[in-house]
């Protein structure tokens, strides 16, 4: 792992340049990045079309290959994102909080970068430019190891970002990738704690496991999307299809789709026909229990399908008498990603917010928007799924640390 080793060490030895730039020099490097990415569309799109033409003869699924497209609009999606993240403030060098204890230090919380960020990520090029550009603000050298579905797509968008970068007069190792997609090598990579500061697996369920349970490197785990929605009893039902709609079927491929229904009992009826003749337009596959079946013709759902993140257009429904029935149905199968509730039960609205257990929690509206761009990020490092450090869409700040700044006059401790 000759070539591995050397990656990690040129990543480290850009690290200390990248801390030190200025915010100034950021902003200038990010938004260049994000003309050149436009400026070599053609470029990118040619290297994207040999892969999805391998992901088909290797019957890649509708999912997956949407993940793996790249069009015009997704390139300026992702330049956008990077002068999106260019306008955010800065946080490195922010003082958190300052206190001055009895023994008279002025001591200051700041924040500082992380260091070198490594991440693993399957077929979604649009994160090879999301995570440079969020790491690059946050003075973070960033290793990329991307699934072999997407690496002609990803040599092609390094290589514009790397040129920009050396036009610029910063170390081109500030972005790295790692081009054998082996799992041998991806093992290897999971070692590399003397030079990676964290890991970050973006992708399937599996993926995220094994980088878990196998990582001597710190993980900030990013996890599936088993998303709920729950239309309650007091819901707007014309509101109710046209979210659940929007959450199933916008995006299949997206780890904040719908991928689970739950219903009143008390609506059932009124809603279920409803739904159902709105999502035929895209012949989503119902898979319901016994009550939900008595309603609509629907596959029986089994135990599997609850905790299902299908990526396709599947969706599993399940009748419940109460609102308590949902929450405890959404806690006991959820990813702890993003969960929604329709209703005009202020009630119930509040109750739901503070009682289910998720990264994010919607009233009235869906799931699709757990974003970084959509919540204003500029893009996002991945989405959390776990409780420590950072949870939800990570922005500029979940990429940070923090160092403590002590000012003493000569005390000494007795």
Not at 19 to 48: M, Y
Not at 292 to 311: C, F, H, I, S
Request: proline share 3%; with cysteine.
């Amino acid at each position: 792992m000759e070539g591995l080793e050397r990656i990690g060490q040129q990543a480290k030895e850009a690290e200390p340049l990248l801390r030190i730039l200025t915010e100034e020099k950021k902003n200038q490097v990010l938004n260049q990045a994000a003309e050149a990415l436009i400026a070599h569309t053609g470029r990118i799109l040619e290297a994207n079309q040999r892969d999805m033409d391998n992901g088909r003869e290797r019957g890649m699924k509708a999912g997956l290959l949407d993940r793996l497209l790249l069009t015009p609009e997704r390139i300026e999606g992702m330049a956008e994102g990077l002068r999106q993240i260019a306008e955010l403030s800065d946080p490195i060098g922010q003082v958190v909080k300052e206190m001055t204890p009895a023994n008279g230090l002025k001591i200051r919380q700041v924040r500082v970068p992380l260091g070198v960020v490594g991440i693993i990520y399957e077929a979604r090029p649009n994160v090879t430019a999301d995570a440079f550009g969020l790491c690059f603000k946050t003075g973070n050298v960033v290793v990329l190891r991307g699934g072999s579905d997407a690496i002609h797509s990803n040599e092609a968008i390094v290589e514009v970002l790397r040129e920009v970068l050396k036009s610029c007069g910063c170390p081109p190792c500030a972005i790295s990738l790692l081009t054998d997609t082996s799992r041998e090598t991806a093992a290897e990579f999971m070692k590399l704690n003397r030079y990676i500061d964290v890991l970050i697996p973006r992708g399937s369920a599996g993926l995220i496991s094994t980088v878990v349970e196998n990582s001597t490197i710190p993980v900030i785990e990013t996890g599936s999307g088993n998303c709920h929605i729950y239309v309650d009893e007091a819901a707007d039902l014309s509101m109710a299809v046209e979210i659940v709609y929007n959450a199933k079927t916008q995006r299949i491929g997206v780890c904040n789709a719908c991928e689970s229904l739950i219903v009143h009992e008390k609506i059932k009826d009124a809603f279920l026909p409803l739904l159902a003749r709105q999502l035929s337009e895209k012949q989503v596959e119902l898979r319901g229990d016994e009550r939900a079946y008595g309603v609509v013709p629907m596959k029986e759902a089994t135990e599997t399908d609850w905790g299902m993140e299908y990526l396709d257009y599947i969706l599993s429904v399940k009748v419940v008498d109460s609102l308590s029935q949902a929450i405890h149905h959404i806690n006991r199968y959820n990813t702890g990603h993003s969960e929604a509730i329709i209703t005009e039960d202020k009630n119930h609205a509040e109750q739901f917010l503070r009682e289910v257990d998720a990264a994010a929690v919607y009233v009235n509206a869906s799931t699709r928007f757990t974003d970084g761009f959509e919540f204003g990020f500029g893009a996002e490092i991945g989405i959390s799924t776990q409780k420590l450090h950072a949870r939800g869409p990570m922005g500029l700040e979940a990429l940070t640390s923090y160092k403590y700044q002590i000012y003493g006059n000569g005390q000494v401790r007795g």
